[in-house]
């Protein structure tokens, strides 16, 4: 076998693939959640060397199943409840599908046109559906990750704290950049890569019962920067931490930040897309303040295959004078005319793929209704398994729990904290050792909770209660180790 795919050959092994993927989800509760395989076990199924001469795709599929499937972890798997869900959903498949198939790298509008443009109207669909402020329309963009969001939310900030000296002269005095210990670790990260560096990132203080930015504290840390020579850049407040889906004061955050003259930026990631229900609005309170980035993850809890993240700014003038270059070799008639957006100059990559297609089939698939009902489910089934543990003496919650996370661990009578929380982690590894359900856990005043995150589009009443029926069986034999 050698040479180009013919078109006829794509239809026969497209057709295997759709069929291999249709049958992965009707079968996958077979499979156990988390792949089995010990470190280097996928690696060693491997030819150390590449073919040289090429082999059917028939070889391929057969490989699929024999050495990737073993170590693969299902994801998509109604026992499911780890990290946050990152949701696939059929239209989503097919909408990448459509986007690989077209193969278009979309840097300029003058390079793709449509990706271009369908970008800028999904993007609008999605703050119409979450009702974000009307300053954010026509200002969305799609980054890979919220990763990429912040840290382009960063480098705007940068250019408008400094009057675009970041970009001229790269750092050049102390730059400060504010979360709190519940804020994602992306951020630092972000403040690391932006030159900021760790030593820049301030702490903000939180409410030990809330987990919730402290906005007197953070005024406080503002102002003692500014005296002492800092050039404040950018504050974050997180709706839906990760580690509790804990929300900060957004308004009061915005109001600290409107005083300082300092960008906040609002990271959603998880918890955003939940506002496509009216009775979850809340979690928007503040943005129509003062808030000049806003970021929310399609790819976790909304039905779209990774990678899909939004990013809004409030004035776009920023984020591309800090991103802009156009060398020669890209420069056309439709950039000069001033007329289109380049997304180009929204994100840290020159090129881009049509990810707009899966999100709009998404839309389109499941329409405002469908993503609500699918939000609806998993803000339901949360609440059914917060209300048998908080009725179980044998162990506590986590009161907060408004979204599809819901925090918990075991009471362990007669065991001190450490043994506790010790026994816990046993309890986590033995569940999951189990393969019917995958939980991992956080640490919230220095003790151990397990997290139950629901949201597969798989993931039904039964299947929560067969977890948390599990949990318990496995809970009442003791803090074995
Ligand atoms: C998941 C998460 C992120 C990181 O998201 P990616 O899209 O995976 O980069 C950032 N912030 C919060 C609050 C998250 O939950």
């Given at each position: 076998?050698?040479?180009?795919?013919?078109?006829e050959?794509?239809?026969?092994?497209?057709?295997?693939?759709?069929?291999?993927?249709?049958?992965?989800?009707?079968?996958?509760?077979?499979?156990?959640?988390?792949?089995?395989?010990?470190?280097?076990e996928?690696?060693?199924?491997?030819?150390?060397?590449?073919?040289?001469?090429?082999?059917?795709?028939?070889?391929?599929?057969?490989?699929?199943?024999?050495?990737?499937m073993?170590?693969?972890?299902?994801?998509?798997?109604?026992?499911?409840?780890?990290?946050?869900?990152?949701?696939?959903?059929?239209?989503?498949?097919?909408?990448?599908?459509?986007?690989?198939?077209?193969?278009?790298?979309?840097?300029?509008?003058?390079?793709?046109?449509?990706?271009?443009?369908?970008?800028?109207?999904?993007?609008?669909?999605?703050?119409?559906?979450?009702?974000?402020?009307?300053?954010?329309?026509?200002?969305?963009?799609?980054?890979?990750?919220?990763?990429?969001?912040?840290?382009?939310?960063?480098?705007?900030?940068?250019h408008?704290?400094?009057?675009?000296?970041?970009?001229?002269?790269?750092?050049?005095?102390?730059?400060?950049?504010?979360i709190s210990?519940?804020?994602?670790?992306?951020?630092?990260?972000?403040?690391?890569?932006?030159?900021?560096?760790?030593?820049?990132?301030?702490?903000?203080?939180?409410?030990?019962?809330?987990?919730?930015?402290?906005?007197?504290?953070?005024?406080?840390?503002?102002?003692?920067?500014?005296?002492?020579?800092?050039l404040?850049?950018?504050?974050?407040?997180?709706?839906?931490?990760?580690?509790?889906?804990?929300?900060d004061?957004?308004?009061?955050?915005?109001?600290?930040?409107?005083?300082?003259?300092?960008?906040?930026?609002?990271?959603?990631?998880?918890?955003?897309?939940?506002?496509?229900c009216?009775?979850?609005?809340?979690?928007?309170?503040?943005?129509?303040?003062?808030?000049?980035?806003y970021?929310?993850?399609?790819?976790?809890?909304?039905?779209?295959?990774?990678?899909?993240?939004?990013?809004?700014?409030?004035?776009?003038?920023?984020?591309?004078?800090?991103?802009?270059?156009?060398?020669e070799?890209?420069?056309?008639?439709?950039?000069?005319?001033?007329?289109?957006?380049?997304?180009?100059?929204?994100?840290?990559?020159?090129?881009?793929?049509?990810?707009?297609?899966?999100?709009w089939?998404?839309?389109?698939?499941?329409?405002a209704?469908?993503?609500?009902?699918?939000?609806?489910?998993?803000?339901?089934?949360?609440?059914?398994?917060?209300?048998?543990?908080?009725?179980?003496?044998?162990?506590?919650?986590l009161?907060?729990?408004?979204?599809?996370?819901?925090?918990?661990?075991?009471?362990?009578?007669?065991?001190?904290?450490?043994?506790?929380?010790?026994?816990?982690?046993?309890?986590?590894?033995?569940?999951?050792?189990?393969?019917?359900?995958?939980?991992?856990?956080?640490?919230?005043?220095?003790?151990?909770?397990?997290?139950?995150?629901?949201?597969?589009?798989?993931?039904?009443?039964?299947?929560?209660?067969?977890?948390?029926?599990?949990?318990?069986?496995?809970?009442?034999?003791?803090?074995?180790?």
């Amino acid at each position: 076998m050698s040479g180009h795919m013919t078109p006829e050959e794509f239809r026969r092994y497209g057709k295997q693939v759709i069929d291999w993927i249709a049958d992965y989800q009707q079968g996958i509760e077979s499979y156990p959640v988390q792949a089995r395989v010990r470190p280097g076990e996928v690696l060693a199924g491997l030819p150390e060397h590449p073919p040289e001469r090429g082999e059917g795709f028939e070889g391929i599929l057969a490989d699929l199943d024999r050495v990737i499937m073993p170590g693969v972890t299902h994801w998509q798997h109604p026992g499911f409840f780890a990290y946050f869900p990152a949701n696939a959903s059929g239209p989503a498949i097919l909408g990448d599908l459509l986007s690989a198939g077209l193969g278009v790298q979309g840097m300029l509008w003058a390079t793709g046109p449509a990706c271009t443009e369908l970008e800028t109207r999904v993007a609008d669909w999605l703050a119409e559906l979450l009702d974000l402020p009307g300053r954010f329309r026509g200002n969305g963009v799609i980054q890979d990750s919220a990763s990429s969001a912040c840290l382009v939310a960063i480098l705007a900030a940068l250019h408008r704290a400094g009057g675009g000296e970041a970009a001229r002269e790269g750092i050049t005095r102390r730059h400060t950049l504010y979360i709190s210990s519940q804020t994602h670790s992306s951020l630092e990260k972000a403040a690391r890569i932006a030159g900021i560096g760790s030593a820049g990132v301030r702490v903000v203080d939180v409410d030990p019962r809330t987990l919730a930015m402290d906005p007197a504290h953070l005024d406080a840390l503002l102002s003692e920067d500014r005296a002492a020579g800092m050039l404040p850049v950018m504050v974050c407040a997180t709706v839906g931490t990760t580690s509790t889906t804990a929300v900060d004061p957004v308004a009061a955050i915005g109001e600290v930040c409107r005083r300082h003259g300092v960008w906040l930026h609002v990271d959603a990631a998880y918890a955003g897309v939940a506002a496509v229900c009216p009775e979850m609005r809340w979690i928007n309170d503040g943005l129509d303040g003062h808030a000049d980035s806003y970021a929310t993850d399609p790819h976790k809890w909304l039905l779209t295959n990774f990678d899909c993240s939004l990013l809004w700014t409030a004035d776009r003038a920023p984020m591309i004078g800090a991103l802009s270059i156009l060398p020669e070799y890209l420069r056309n008639q439709a950039t000069s005319s001033g007329e289109v957006i380049d997304y180009r100059d929204w994100q840290i990559p020159l090129g881009r793929r049509f990810r707009a297609l899966k999100l709009w089939s998404v839309i389109r698939w499941y329409g405002a209704e469908g993503l609500r009902e699918h939000i609806r489910t998993g803000v339901r089934l949360a609440r059914d398994l917060a209300s048998w543990i908080g009725a179980d003496p044998g162990f506590e919650l986590l009161d907060h729990h408004p979204f599809g996370l819901v925090c918990f661990r075991p009471r362990w009578e007669g065991l001190d904290d450490g043994e506790a929380d010790e026994a816990t982690l046993r309890l986590m590894e033995r569940l999951n050792a189990s393969g019917d359900l995958y939980l991992t856990h956080t640490k919230v005043g220095g003790r151990v909770l397990l997290r139950m995150a629901i949201g597969a589009p798989a993931t039904g009443d039964r299947h929560v209660r067969a977890a948390w029926d599990r949990i318990r069986e496995e809970t009442d034999k003791g803090p074995a180790w």
